[in-house]
Every structure is written in structure tokens, then in C-alpha cells.
């Protein structure tokens, strides 16, 4: 992509941060979207839970990178967390895709996430872009969470489902609470191990989100994971080999539900996903090995 005007949200998070970052050493010009008055010319006011976006400061804007929403593993799934987590997509996505359509001008692209929990547990059956929606909480957030950006596409602006998976990076997401367990000699198997776990070294992930800006024949729902998913018994090898750890202990499956409650049932089930799109237009993981993604995220 030529030297662009870039929005986005979710800029302080693991992986807005990074793709703020890369953007930026390239000499992008990127303005990201905070949920206070705009303390700089970078910035952007926006209130998702209120629908308000400050359209003009999304004038010029080339593309629109939607990043933001309550973080699924941060809290116990209360009700009132599990409306939240909700709200802050659906209720955000629909904000932004209203603010981008009302352009006069709009972006060529709105690149907004989303996540594999669209297609719910899908056991060792691997399943790509094509695959149906799952049944259960978080498939039904994703798909009203995608549904959101209906006024951008009725606006012809090419629109992107960034459906992200396990995001391996020392900094934070699931991977970064993994890592000091790990490193203390703590981690181990959760359940049974047999789980899938479709993962991304957050290097490929941004590089996966660039590719995506810049390849305009990318469309709808892409998923975000690694070429090789492995089960959760590969992933703590893995774990004890790059960290020369024992991996000894494990999570029995009702020790997680007491511990995390209704989340438990997600991590302890299966996503065997395919990312059909990214491989087909050609894009390239630099760390597509779960060795290789864990190593990448010790630098």
C-alpha cells in the first residue's frame, strides 16, 4: 500500500499496539481512535457504547482497522461480562461502519475483527472461511459482531472478517498468561490435550493484517491462524522444549470450569481452523510452526 491515512481502534491492545507500530516504520500516517477527548492530532474521539464516532478525523482516512472490544479470557462470564463483551463489539462495529458510510469520501477498506470462536467447537474436523457458524455464546456474539458492518458494505466499501485466533506473544492475550506458568515450571496439559488450538505468532498476525489492507481481492470473513493447528497436548511439547521446562502438571477439565466457570468449555474445546483465504491470495507465514511461533515471541 502506498503511503496511506490509517485509522484505527483497539490501538493500545496486543495487537493494535503492534500494527500501530509497523504501520508507522513504514512512514503510514495512522490516527487511532481513543474513548476520551483527542489529547493530540493522532488521536480520534469515540464513545462506542454511545454509537458517537468524531467523523472528522476520519476525513482522509484510506483504510479503517477495527480492533477494539472487551477481552474474552480477562473476566469470570457473568452475565453483565458476557453482555459486555457483546456490547463492546456489536455496539462498536456498527459505530465505526456508520461513521466510515457517512463519508463523503470513504475508506477503500474497513478491516474489522472478529474471531474463530464464529465456528465454535469443531473437534478434529478442520473447517476454513466456508465453514457454518457454531452454536453457543461467543458464535452468536461473532455473528452479529460481522453483521455490524453492514452500512460499510451497503456503502460498497470493501469490508474484511479478521477472524483471529490464538494469538502466540509474550505481551498479553491467552499466550501471555501462559508464558510465566511455563517458564516457573507450572504448565501443562488442559483436559485431555486432544483440543485443537489454531494459533498465529502476533508477528504473522500483523504482517497477516498489512497483507490484507494491501490485496484488494480479500473480502469478508479471513482467518487469522497458522497454516499447522495442533492439539493442546503438542502446544505444552512445545512449551517445555523451547523453555527446557518440565510440563508436568495438568488441568483436569472440572478444575478449569470451577476456576473460569462457562469460559472453561471454550478453552477446553476444539478449533481445527484453516485460513483458506490468506493461503489462497498467496500470503506467506514467517513462523507458521507452533516451535518457531513460541520462539519468535521470546525476542
Known sequence: MPTSRIAVTGSSGLIGAA??????????????????????????????????????????????VHLAGAGVGDRRWTDAYKQEIRDSRVLGTSAIAEAVASLDTPPKVLLSGSAIGFYGDTGDRPVDESAPPGDGFLPSVCEEWEAATAPAEERGIRTVHARTGLVVAREGGAWGRLFPLFKAGLGGRMGNGRQYWSFI?????????????????????????????????EVTAAMGRVLHRPTLFTAPAPALRIALGEFADDVLGSQRVIPGQLLDSGFSFAFPGIDAAIRAALR
Do not use: Q
Request: proline letters at 6%.
Open 19 to 64: 500494527l500501530v507500530r509497523s504501520l508507522r516504520a513504514d512512514g503510514h500516517e495512522v490516527v487511532r481512535l481513543v474513548r476520551r477527548p483527542a489529547r493530540s492530532g493522532d488521536e480520534v474521539a469515540w464513545d462506542p457504547k454511545r454509537g458517537h464516532v468524531d467523523v472528522a478525523g476520519l476525513v482522509g482516512c484510506d483504510a479503517v
Open 201 to 233: 505468532a502476533l508477528h504473522d498476525h500483523v504482517a497477516a493484517l498489512r497483507h490484507i489492507l494491501d490485496t484488494e481481492s480479500l473480502t469478508g470473513p479471513v482467518n487469522l491462524t497458522g497454516p499447522d493447528p495442533v492439539t493442546n497436548a
